[in-house]
């Protein structure tokens, strides 16, 4: 299981990534269409997906 993971409003904060292991170029893919951002995260989902993307990063990692 994936996760992302942000210190927020006093605590420490977790939302699951969905995705899935593949063979071939990427390595990975996440779902980021199907992410569900918790109330916590509403207003900064454009900023969560940034980092999201640095840690995963292409070609270990595809996005749908």
Do not use: N
């Amino acid at each position: 299981m994936m996760y992302y993971e942000e210190f927020c409003d006093g605590g420490w904060r977790r939302m699951p990534i969905d995705g899935e292991m593949l063979t071939g170029r990427a390595h990975h893919v996440i779902y980021l269409s199907w992410l569900t951002f918790p109330d916590w995260a509403k207003g900064r989902e454009t900023k969560i997906v940034e980092r999201i993307k640095r840690e995963f990063h292409e070609p270990d990692y595809e996005y749908q």
